[in-house]
């Protein structure tokens, strides 16, 4: 319990997601700060309640991106009955990500 | 049944004693959304009001496995998922938006020109719980297109880009 109170929300968020779903880049930030001010946050104080998660994973091959959210929500279940208010996720499989750099580049 | 009367206002003043009137007449054939919060009352709470109602609500959840999707819940939500072909969850309302996320989704079906339903989430904790459940997604808003969940603000935002909200926006007008 000690040892999980000195992580960060998104270092341990970090965790949880490498570790089930080998990803082959994560990116976590939180943003909580943009959120300050919003109703449903004020009272607890803007403290690591928003991050923007992008993951790229192989594991997500053939699923709906309601069950590629789906399956990131399960794994941060914990977190999001502790406070973890809101995720913004982008889950893109090796393949869709390299669609993505190449038609930015061209 | 008790899970059920946090709903009532009538908790606030009186905790322990239990009023079942509004709950044990049966749902309607069809629930207009304006009745769902009727069904599920939002409770006002003053200071010392609110430790009452949570203590009660606490010491029921320590006896019994609390879920806030009752059966009855559960069928007026099926019914208010069809009740129009797009119906959005979120916080805030349809003119005044509480949360960035929320917004965005209420702006884009704005600019597809379609009739769409709201429904304000921050008005009714038991019922944010509930649709938590229900839909088996820990956030808003939720998106229901033809009666099915469609998705929250990201994966809408991906489906407008690319297209493919506007087709199943098409399909389900049609249909």
Known sequence: MASRALLSRASRIKTKLETVLEAALLEVEDVSYQHAGHAAVKDSGANETHFNVSIVSSKFEGQTLVKRHRMVYELLSDELQSGLHALSITAKTPKEAAINISSKNS | ?175
């Not at chain 2, 959005?88 to 005044?96: D, H």
């Open chain 2, 1 to 175: 049944m008790l899970v059920a009367m946090a709903f009532s206002s009538q908790l606030v003043a009186s905790p322990l004693s239990f009023s079942s009137r509004n709950y044990s007449q049966s749902v309607p054939k069809t629930v207009p959304v304006a009745l769902l919060h009727r069904y599920y009352r939002p409770i006002s709470f003053t200071k010392t009001n609110s430790n009452v109602a949570i203590a009660s609500g606490r010491k029921i959840s320590s006896i019994r496995c609390f879920s806030a999707l009752t059966p009855e819940l559960k069928i007026t939500l099926d019914k208010v998922v069809t009740s129009q072909k797009v119906v959005l969850f979120m916080k805030g309302t349809n003119e005044f938006p509480q949360c960035g996320f929320s917004n965005t989704v209420v702006q884009i079906l704005k600019s597809l020109n379609v009739p769409f339903e709201t429904i304000n989430i921050l008005e009714n904790e038991t019922l944010r719980q509930g649709l938590k459940e229900y839909s088996n997604w820990p956030t808003f808003p939720q998106l229901y297109i033809d009666g099915e969940f469609f998705g929250g603000c990201d994966i809408t935002v991906e489906a407008f880009k690319s297209g493919e909200l506007q087709e199943l926006l098409e399909k389900a007008m049609c249909s």
